[in-house]
């Protein structure tokens, strides 16, 4: 028997102070809100504007809805940026197009390729903030993992971007915008028929920012990316990563229904406080009823929990059994990261015995935990570094 609910279960409020803390976190991510979208012309950006609001532009011109059809085909199937390239609309109205409408990339201001294929960019947006976005390869597919913030409020000890303020919320524009240029720069237009063998196959929101502060965006990005009439990638091949916002992951479970990891990182409340501070609002009994009760979780997708092995600090055996404990009843995988050190980081990786033991320990449980190989060493890899880097080079020169 499926012990979790199903997909579009109407969900009870998570506790008495859900809809208050809802309220409360939406008017935060309102206070760190994008600019608007459009260039120095005044040109309106299109991509990341949802279909009602496509149709909607196309109605304060006087076209027809069709339109709104024809352009998204255009933006998100072809990945055509220029106007005068989309065959299926006449020239007068490709030239009123070009008049108000803009389809934008993110500016590229790094890109670095691993020797392990793995590719970084630092992205650049019209007010000049930039954000990592990163490209992992494996045999037959790769991830790209997207940024949702510009820096973050929450400071997790082992995370270098923790240690970058909060500027603002990305827009949906410049969230899809990374995962479009990543495409461009591999050249994956059209959008391939079917998901099996594409190149950018999966997207994990695990880049810099923490997805749920921002969630209206990541919804209407997200939304976007699973439109079957462009890109088309099912919500099956898109993992959101959270710390732990719960008032908020009842409503991406219902809403979206993508996978979902958590970043755990500690079994106990007072070392979780510590290193993902965040704990100390929703503590970690919460946060797994949270899980618990996770939209669409099940055997065969079961939600991921992030573990940073950090030496000496959470990578104990006992560690390891009470995690086994606490995960039971749910439909769980563990990914145990290496810690990825970067200067002045308090921490030390573990050791390769204390992983294999953990490991092993989380197996016998019969809970799947790979100990997730380091990508990209050669590149700054750790998330945010690129940034810092980039920062300091502009501040010395
Ligand atoms: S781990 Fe995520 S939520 Fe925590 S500081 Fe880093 S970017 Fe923010």
Redesign the pocket.
Known sequence: MNAFPPHNRVLPAADGLTEAERTRILAKAAAFAPPPMQDADGRRELVGLSRAELEAEMAALGEKPFRAKQLWHWIYHQGVRDFAAMSTIAKPLQGRLAEHFVVGRPGVATEQTSQDGTRKWLFAFRDGQQVETVYIPEEDRGAVCISTQVG?T???TF?H??TQRLVRNLSAAEIVGQFMAARDSYGEWPTPKGEEGRLLSNIVVMG???PLYNYENVAKALTIIMDHEGIGLSRRRITLST?GVVPMMDRCGAELGVNLAV?LHAVRDDLRDEI?PLNRKYPIAELLDACRRYPGASNARRITFEYVMLRGVNDSEPEAHELVRLLRGIPAKVNLIPFNPWPGSPYRTSTPEALRRFAEIMNAAGYSSPIRRPRGRDILAA??QLKTESERRRRDA
Request: aromatic fraction near 0%.
């Open positions: 973050c929450l400071s997790c995370c971007t923790g810099m920012g923490e710390s970043s993902v998330c945010g």
